[in-house]
């Protein structure tokens, strides 16, 4: 019975897992539109200027890594943790962000129009002159500790109270 559970572990983990031929694309030139990363583990990685419109970054490993000015247009980061990561002068244009942690990531800048935001951890970020447009924010975390300095909120849902 264990040999069975355990196998059917890691047939389940074949299935949920980036692709590596995208993984080699990425490594090798840093843009990777509309590719599957989906469960990669990029920490500390630097990914600046990254071209990942439409890719699949859900449930990926983003901590500590330095992603500036990176373009995730249209991308699914759901589940995706970036916790720490530099996410200066991204773009989140249509996004898909469900539970995505950004704590104590450093967001200045970026632009968040139309993405969807759902349950998202934005505790202890900096979110300073980042644009949010046509989002709800209602049930996504902001603590005293993130910073909304010049922070542009347009027909936006549940827009958090300045600190």
Do not use: Q
């Not at 980036?18 to 080699?24: A, K, R």
């Amino acid at each position: 019975m264990k040999k069975i559970i355990l196998i059917l572990i890691m047939f389940v983990s074949l299935l949920f897992s980036y692709n590596s031929n995208d993984l080699n694309k990425f490594k090798k030139n840093r843009d990777c539109p509309k590719c599957d990363l989906s469960y990669a583990n990029l920490k500390g990685w630097d990914i600046t200027w990254a071209d990942l419109k439409d890719a699949n970054l859900s449930h990926a490993n983003l901590n500590g890594a330095n992603a500036h000015r990176a373009d995730f247009s249209g991308a699914d980061l759901s589940y995706a943790s970036c916790k720490g990561t530099n996410l200066k002068g991204v773009k989140f244009i249509g996004a898909k962000l469900v539970k995505v942690n950004f704590t104590n990531a450093r967001i200045w800048k970026s632009n968040f129009t139309n993405a969807k935001i759902v349950k998202c951890n934005f505790k202890g970020a900096a979110l300073g002159s980042s644009i949010f447009k046509g989002n709800n924010l209602s049930n996504s975390k902001f603590d005293s500790n993130t910073i909304l300095y010049k922070t542009v909120f347009e027909h936006v849902k549940g827009i958090p109270k300045r600190k």
